[in-house]
């Protein structure tokens, strides 16, 4: 082998190496976030019996006037997200909530 058969040779056996490294990468992530999809499933429903929540969500009906946002209705109001991008850091993200009443939210997560 000559000097370039054995450079391509190299490069070849770092492309396949970090290739195979990044899958792992990729993997681990995926099953990360699987993980950490799980445990907010079973964190939220607690979360939203924290005083930390409730907070949130006074703010989120007195923004919105006690108001169900779809169909101005009064009762049975529910905080709704846009986004759960800042899931448990809503505090500083009051814009991905909105107030909508039960049947409105039902609704919500009900389209396609
Ligand atoms: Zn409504
Ligand atoms: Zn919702």
């Known amino acids: 082998m ?4 054995i450079q391509e040779a190299l490069n070849d056996k770092i492309v396949k190496e970090l290739t195979q490294r990044n899958l792992i990468l990729v993997n681990q992530v995926k099953e990360l976030t699987a993980l950490l999809k799980k445990d907010i499933n079973k964190s939220y429903p607690s979360y939203l019996k924290t005083k930390h929540w409730k907070r949130i969500r006074n703010k989120v009906l007195k923004r919105d006037k006690f108001k169900c946002k779809e169909c101005n209705n009064r009762k049975s109001l529910q905080i709704h997200h846009l986004t759960y991008e800042h ?10 909530l909105i107030t909508l009443c039960s049947k409105c939210h039902k609704n919500k997560h009900h389209e396609p």
Do not use: A, I
């Open 2 to 5: 000559n000097k370039k058969q």
């Open 87 to 96: 899931l448990f850091n809503e505090e500083n993200h009051l814009e991905d």
